[in-house]
DNA sequence: GTCTATAGGGAGATAGAC
DNA sequence: GTCTATCTCCCTATAGAC
């Protein structure tokens, strides 16, 4: 990775902190948080064990920092999914589950992190603005989905299963007993799986609406 | 439990694995598998630190034992949900949903752990086995629901999709943003989107065989 | 079967040199 | 900004007394 002609200088130039980000995040991904330590992330990064408390007051807040980079790039993900998907609201919806599944499982991202662990205070309400970037982007989508007179809090609830469904469906991938291998056929699935959910959510609302 | 000659020496009769066992659930539920230690779980228990290695060969081993119980438990909890639902497929199925969060939401049970831990050989078997009652526990309610045609491969499908949408549901709501307080509420909101999926699910099998 | 004691290691975090 | 060195704490696991 490095120039032959700098040996093994590593990040002097103020780009160790989005290298022990970068380390830190492929660190979660090969042990979950589990393994994770501040110690083995400097090694990652080729550099000492002190270094990485110049960029970031404590191991919590590196921990922190690298769970809203993963759910940052999982927005970026679904966000261009919907792109591809096409002018189609209900496809462009489920095609977010498919790329969720897909990103689990291609880069066995820190879901543990972002989702299990407890951050304090200050820590969790940055991690919690990624996840609202998140949330927003999906509520985009759902809202071309839904009837115009669904309200903002069921459009809300409607999201919050949609993004459910889809993170129990990887994360269980991810641990479970089903080969992981086979990442084309699982996102296949998930997507299958969200219309069936969007399709019964709208038959409901349907029927609901005919039948007070 | 213990007989009232042996005022409170607490686990000396060989219930001491047991103890271990509960204990280490208790602090799974508080800290996390990040939290969990056994010099900790020996301290809730009231031994030492060392009374544990004659009852688990290591941390590892107790861990295991943990994660079976939790998976155990929710395996009945569920099955009990299903029984008290009523005659009707759709509802039974449905309930374990709501059985599922509701237990979750309650217990703080080690999820983290049952479905992000990454348990090594003998260890990994002892778990898979409890989760493999759940499953089966779900195929049975499952197959009641789908038409009699349909494969057991199709039907595992259902199921994990059916069991991943609860999961998913139930640990969101564990850490994120929403309000864990309304057990009742959250149990009732996964039961209809249980619903939705099945009826989505039905809906899809249906109109596959009548243009196929 | 449980205790005390301890070896051994890893990791968080700080101090001061460069 | 990064290094070396170090302090401290906690944890895993074992040895040997009772």
């Known amino acids: 990775m490095s120039?032959?002609?700098?040996?093994?200088?590593?990040?002097?130039h103020g780009d160790l902190r989005a290298g022990l980000i970068r380390e830190g995040i492929a660190l979660l991904a090969?042990?979950?948080?589990?393994?994770?330590?501040?110690?083995?992330?400097?090694?990652?990064a080729g550099v000492s064990s002190a270094a990485p408390y110049r960029h970031f007051p404590d191991r919590?807040?590196?921990?922190?920092?690298?769970?809203?980079?993963i759910i940052a790039a999982i927005t970026d993900a679904l966000a261009e999914a919907a792109e591809q998907a096409g002018p189609d609201p209900v496809g462009r919806l489920a095609a977010t589950a498919g790329a969720y599944t897909r990103y689990v499982?291609?880069?066995?991202?820190?879901?543990d992190l972002v989702y299990a662990h407890d951050f304090a205070g200050p820590h969790r309400q940055t991690v919690q603005e990624q996840s609202r970037r998140l949330t927003d982007t999906l509520m985009a989508?759902?809202?071309?989905?839904?009837?115009?007179?669904?309200s903002s809090a069921d459009t809300a609830d409607f999201v919050y299963v949609c993004l459910s469904t889809t993170h129990g469906y990887a994360t269980l991938l991810l641990r479970g007993t089903r080969p992981p291998q086979d990442i084309d056929g699982h996102a296949a699935r998930a997507v299958v799986a969200a219309r069936d959910h969007i399709t019964g959510h709208l038959l409901r609302l349907h029927?609901?609406?005919t039948s007070p």
């Open 105 to 111: 499982l291609e880069h066995r991202a820190g879901v």
């Open 60 to 69: 919590e807040a590196l921990l922190a920092a690298c769970a809203a980079a």
């Open 207 to 209: 029927d609901q609406d």
């Open 30 to 44: 090969e042990t979950g948080v589990a393994g994770f330590s501040v110690a083995k992330v400097a090694a990652r």
């Open 141 to 150: 989508l759902a809202s071309a989905v839904l009837p115009d007179d669904v």
């Open 3 to 12: 120039s032959p002609t700098t040996p093994r200088r590593g990040y002097h």
